[in-house]
């Protein structure tokens, strides 16, 4: 408990802790050496009473002086009222009278997004994972426009999330992320902007569907591809015998180059080694190859040739 309550302090000092800052660690040390000067002053004229006043000045110096760094900006309040934005560097409040605000950090900040078995357009729950990186461009709508705009950012970014989820389908969560991020970084942009807040961009990180589900769309696409390449095979087939009728036609009043290709096959499939083919003879006599009657076998390497019908 001392160390969380030593915690709170320093985050008040440093105005961290989304409170308003109370002290600043220059205006303390400011402080301290006031007094280190008023106390030996006093030591060395003997004037009991100067203590007070120095103690009081010091006190003043300490609550007055604050520091906001390079990216920082803080709200100045008078009595309650907006007087105006201070930072970055060294500036001074009058204690009492005026409050600073939180400091606004305007750098580019980073909120981690998750929507989890969020359903889909087509009722498929996923898990969805996203990275929203904006920037407060007016850090005194962000102050006075809304409570806490970090928390704001953060749960209007994961409302906006869900609904995008409802809208689209699994296949375009899958496949369009960089769409889908421009759709989350308009919307969000145009709820932010009255808060001074401008989301510059809007990343999805990663999709998780459900093992089953996977299971079942692994099967899906290995059908798919088989009907592709069943319907591939097809069109060749038909092609080739597209082919194959545009040749009969052309051999039809051609027995010449009939012959000639006939020939041709029979030597392609006898010139290898050990071959044997089976060749009607009614075939061989209109090849002009002999009276043979039946079966026709050659070999390459006897140059034998034997016929049977």
């Known amino acids: 408990m001392p160390t969380q309550g030593f915690t ?4 008040r000092v440093s105005g961290d802790s989304g409170q308003p800052q109370i002290l600043s660690a220059v205006g303390i040390t400011a402080g301290l050496l006031v007094f280190a000067f008023g106390m030996a002053a006093a030591a060395l004229t003997g004037a009991a ?3 007070a006043p120095v103690l009081a000045i010091a006190l003043v110096t300490a609550f007055s002086v604050r520091v906001a760094k390079q990216w920082e900006r803080g709200a100045v309040l008078r009595f309650g009222r907006y007087k105006g934005l201070r930072g970055p560097g060294l500036f001074f409040i009058i204690p009492i009278v005026e409050s600073v605000s939180r400091y606004v950090d305007q750098r580019v900040r980073v909120t981690d997004v998750s929507a989890e078995t969020a359903l889909t357009k087509d009722t498929v729950p996923v898990n969805v994972d996203a990275i929203v990186f904006w920037v407060v461009w007016d850090a005194e709508k962000a102050i006075l426009e809304v409570q806490s705009f970090f928390n704001a950012v953060s749960l209007c970014s994961q409302t906006s999330l869900l609904e995008s989820i409802g809208r689209h389908e699994l296949a375009e969560l899958i496949a369009q992320r960089e769409k889908l991020g421009h759709e989350l970084q308009r919307i969000l942009d145009e709820k932010t902007n009255p808060w001074g807040i401008t989301i510059q961009s809007v990343e999805i990180r990663d999709v998780r569907i459900p093992l089953e589900l996977q299971d079942a769309m692994s099967r899906e696409a290995q059908a798919q591809r088989e009907r592709h390449a069943r ?5 060749a087939e038909t092609e080739i015998s ?5 040749a009969a036609e052309v051999y039809r009043d051609n027995p010449t180059a009939l012959h000639l290709r ?3 096959m ?3 499939a006898l010139k290898e080694k050990g071959s044997m083919v089976i060749v009607p003879s009614s075939a061989v006599e ?4 002999g009276g043979m009657l039946g079966t026709t076998a050659l070999a390459n390497s006897g140059g034998l040739g034997k016929a049977s019908g």
């Not at 319907?231 to 069109?235: A, E, F, K, R, S």
């Not at 597209?242 to 545009?246: D, G, L, P, S, V």
């Open 231 to 235: 319907i591939i095979l097809g069109t």
């Open 262 to 264: 006939a020939m041709n």
């Open 266 to 268: 029979l030597y392609e």
């Open 49 to 51: 009473w100067l203590m």
């Open 286 to 289: 209109t090849m002009g190859l």
């Open 242 to 246: 597209e082919k194959f009728a545009q």
């Open 8 to 11: 709170t302090l320093m985050d």
